[in-house]
């Protein structure tokens, strides 16, 4: 069936790069997504990529897609504390079906 | 603006008494689907729907039923909520392709 894993928690200091992975197994997904929660608020869309690019980049992020692998990544460039929050990776097939979300601590 | 909006964003209830979350979209989406969130577990999706009076179980159907009558509006009904469904939800709503997924503020049920 379709699962899709992150780790589940990333720290890092301000102004430093950050690089949130994520592996999925349905094939047949046509979209993959990065979603950011903070503290308690709801999902905000932060980006997401076609399964037939390998990068996507917007401002300070960049989205790496290796197909063959089923491995996604999201690097936030000069992480901020304002980015410490839950990133969540999320694949489209039928469903759209997320991991279990990342906790991005970034300390000053 | 395009929203999705769920409603209560906050419900105290008893365990057995019926309970409805709503959920309706602005979008005219096909794509909706509902979510619950626990810590430790992540997002798993209770169920979804593709279209009107077309909805499908998710990961963790138990307990829970939907409806699809029309388009924009996609309730979660809780026949006879336990303490196990105490949990954070999400109502969500895409495009066919599901392009994008727009998420509600969500609603956070306490079952006691």
């Known amino acids: 069936g379709e699962d899709v894993e992150q780790s589940l928690f990333l720290s890092v200091r301000e102004g430093d790069s950050s690089v949130i992975n994520c592996t999925y197994t349905?094939?047949?997904?046509?979209?993959l997504y990065w979603y950011k929660q903070e503290p308690g608020a709801g999902l905000q869309l932060l980006t997401y990529i076609f399964s037939n690019m390998d990068m996507k980049q917007d401002q300070r992020l960049t989205v790496l897609l290796n197909k063959k692998d089923k491995h996604l990544s999201l690097r936030i460039a000069d992480t901020q504390t304002g980015d410490s929050a839950i990133y969540f990776c999320a694949e489209a097939g039928t469903a759209l079906i997320f991991g279990k979300g990342t906790t991005l601590s970034v300390s000053s | 603006e395009a929203q999705v909006t769920q409603n209560p964003r906050y419900l105290i209830t008893v365990t057995g008494k019926k309970l409805t979350v709503t959920c309706s979209q602005n979008m005219n989406h096909e794509y909706m689907s509902w979510y619950r969130q626990d810590p430790g577990l992540g997002l798993r999706q209770i169920y979804y729907s593709m279209n009107v009076e077309v909805t499908d179980k998710g990961d963790v159907p138990e307990g829970y039923k939907v409806s699809r009558k029309e388009k924009r509006n996609f309730p979660l009904i809780l026949e006879s909520p336990s303490p196990n469904q105490t949990s954070l939800y999400f109502c969500?709503?895409?495009?066919?392709?599901?392009?994008?997924?727009?998420f509600g503020q969500g609603t956070r049920l306490t079952v006691v």
């Open positions: 349905d094939s047949s997904s046509t979209y």
């Open positions: 969500a709503s895409g495009g066919t392709r599901l392009t994008e997924a727009f």
